[in-house]
């Protein structure tokens, strides 16, 4: 977008056009296969015949992430793996998602109190849009987080001057 | 990289890869820059977060390393942190394919201290929801093994029965994946009413749709030609580095843990011989290659389904879990219990001193141990062949590194 | 054999498998899809499910066997305690840590917490998973009325307790009056 | 062949190293203190022998403890000057099973490394040295496999304390 992004006032053009904007971007979410742990196993049960992430645009799983929008962090993050998370973060082009599925992502899940190794939270390396609670959740729910993640992007302003709060 | 160990190629340039039918595949004598290629840790075919770095000359390989730890959870240090049952649902999570296999192992490990004996029922429970997941693990292994190889279909039409399976087990105890069913002392809760015959329909369906996979994944040409001769392992080389499970019948050597140190109820269905333990025969290829391996896996399916029936069929009313007080003391001592995972000989070593909380809580993850085996295996395979090695190892990252 | 008859068996081999899964994979064609629509439609979620907490507040004594049950320590409750009746200050459970389990349920004498069929606990910001399990903070309405009755009656008992020991008091000084009497009177 | 059977075949053939065994027990109804043991039996072995002695029950005919199931180790408690060296062996042919221990002392954790004798020793023994920082020496390979290279602790020693911070990441 560059040199239109967040330039405009409301009106019935800008508003529109970044109704459009929004909606192309949240119906084509592509995530990164990124399995980690035992969440790894739900996320590909919500890519195979039962809950079918595709009806959401969801399912082209890419393995580079140079071509995904959405990071699922499906599993425990340790110390070792969290410089290369970080790493692909980086790696994957704006606009970019990322998505806690799991306690051990959310929060260190149930290492949180031994595990010396595994990081309390992979928000403390990269931002996080969505956090799902479970162990593992069940597909359905990350189903249900990615959908909250598409009502996020639709209330986001592509060229519109982003509402500030005080 | 510095620290890289160099290896010699198993094959001699000159002589060339050994092809079927006694010929073989020359490579012209052309010395390349050696390239080092690292797998990993995000990689779509390393089934989790392992990176193996590849050192490559041209297109053959002659040096990988496989870096471990990109998952380490630091288990061993929360068994002896943690009281004995509470510890139940971390067994769950290591080998997060298998979990009833884990909570089996550990449960029998704590009962071999604790001296007691187990309900018939609970045994019967025990064994038939172990068998179960040995199916839905194998579903996965060859699943993935497909979808490495480039084969989509069979790991959706998997995925479809595993469905299934994982709903039978949300039914008994309330989860998909990390049950905590098997209790230490019995099994958590019977099972509900109806659930047994439910089991009976998924293993009438099952016969059916395994033959499906096999005629569509495990006979097909085409992945018969990315597998076979490819990764082979001798039966020195097995025993060498300590293989169990289907590596070790992939190799045509003659070891169960379920038949050869019978436990739980295995001794009775050995005696009835309701089971057989499916060996590779080298019959695509050399023997020990990597057909063999998923062939094993196949095949381990259905003698599976026919434990299940023979549960199905024994099964009697009564307790399932015997008088186990809440907080439990184990009488002091250690006690080691392996017993067959769907990848291997899973171990638990545990110690306790009569307190509370174990002094030791070890566990002897197959993976980890079959995945040594990669450092031998790669070199003189095709960098291509790398996934199909990997794959057909079966690794459960999250009990290599635990 | 030689390589050309090779490479020929080699195709064939290729073709004919390949047509076998096709006619496995073209059966499935016609079959109805399993695919279940989530949002509209719902797999059943059995009884036994492991899902979202609930706690049955009324029946809750406060007495912390779940919380040390608990692998991970991520119950924590608080109350204060006004002779038998409870006033709740907080019972959370840190949905960051909880793997779900079920260990916390059994320890349960009154058999108050439990996992219900709920699943899907989405949010875009983490410190709501610290979630609060309390249909209501401090005292029960009717908790109010049976410490108010239980004072009413507490204070009627001790009010009588009084009037009795005020009856005795005076039964005693009177029979010591007597025995002083009595006692002046030998003295005398 | 049973444990006892396996004991005297191993004395018999004179195998390096043993100086001992141990049976589970009941407790002596005399002396409260007394819980017994429970579990399996084991042999007691001199950790810098234990090569040899793997090696002679690997080629030992009537024994053939040719696969070598686990190698760990243990640290029994704060106060206790020895480590513990478990190791699993398991026989094939003759189908049965041997736990061997090793006391090897805190201070000095040295010993030498196996992968001569089982290749499958190598990654246990990583892992071991890591965990517990043992040195085996001759290893082929003695780095961390699980942790990150620049680790500071043996984690699975009980006087490990948890580390603070890891590379700007907070641990807490």
Known sequence: MGLFEKQFEDNVLTTNVDWLLNWCRLSSIWPMTFGLACCAIEMMAVGCAHHDIDRFGAGAFRASPRQADLMIVAGTVNFKMAERIKRLYDQMPSPKYAIAMGACATGGGPYYKYGYTVVKGVDRVVPVDVYIAGCPPRPEALLEGLMKLQEKIQASSVIRKPIHTV | MSTTKTYEPSISRTEGRPLAGGEREYMIDVRTQDMEVNMGPQHPATHGVMRVLVRADGELITGAQPHLGYLHRCAEKIGESVEWLQYLPYTDRYDYLAAMNNNLGYSMAVEKLMGIEIPRRAMMLRTLCAELNRIGSHLIAIGTYGLDIGAFTPFLYMFREREWMMALFEKICGARLTYSYIRIGGVFNDAPPGWLSEVEAFCDTFEVKWREYYDLLIQNHIFVKRTADIGVITREMALDFGLTGPMLRGSAIDWDLRRDTPYELYDEICKDKAFEIPLASGEKGTLGDCWDRAWVRAMEMMESIKIVRWCLDKIEPGPVIGDIPKTLRIPPGEAYVGIENPRGELGHYVVSDGGKIAVRCRVRGPSFVNLAVLEELMPGALLADTIAIIGSTDIVVGETDR | ?188 | MNFQGIYDRIRSIQAPGVTGMDEPREPNPQDKKDKGRSGDPYVLVDPQRLPEFLECLRDDPSLKFELMADLTATDPSKEDGYLWINVQLLSLVRKHRLAVKCLLPKENAVMPSSVSVHRGAQWAERECSEMYGITFEGHPDPRNILLPEDWIGHPLRKDYEFPEEYHGISCK
């Open chain 3, 1 to 188: 054999m030689t390589a050309v008859t090779h490479y020929f068996k080699n195709v064939v081999d290729s073709v004919k498998t390949t047509l076998i899964g096709l006619g496995i994979t073209g059966k499935y064609l016609l079959q109805k899809p399993i695919t279940v629509q989530y949002p509209d439609e719902r797999l059943p979620i059995p009884n036994r499910y492991r899902g979202i907490h609930y706690l049955e507040q009324e029946k809750c004594i406060d007495c912390l066997a779940c919380a040390r049950a608990c692998p991970i320590d991520c119950i924590e409750m608080d109350a204060v305690r006004h002779g038998k009746e409870l006033e709740w200050i907080s019972f959370t459970l840190d949905y960051q840590k909880c793997m779900f389990c079920e260990l916390c349920v059994y320890p349960c004498p009154k058999d108050c917490i439990h996992m219900g069929t709920e699943f899907a606990f989405v949010s875009y910001d983490r410190s709501e998973f610290v979630h609060d399990l309390l249909s209501y903070r401090g005292m029960a309405r009717d908790a109010k009325v049976r410490m108010v009755e239980a004072e009413k009656k507490k204070k009627a008992k001790e009010e009588a307790k009084k009037a009795k020991e005020g009856a005795q008091a005076a039964v005693v000084a009177e029979a010591a009056d007597d025995e002083g009497e009595e006692a002046s009177s030998e003295d005398a």
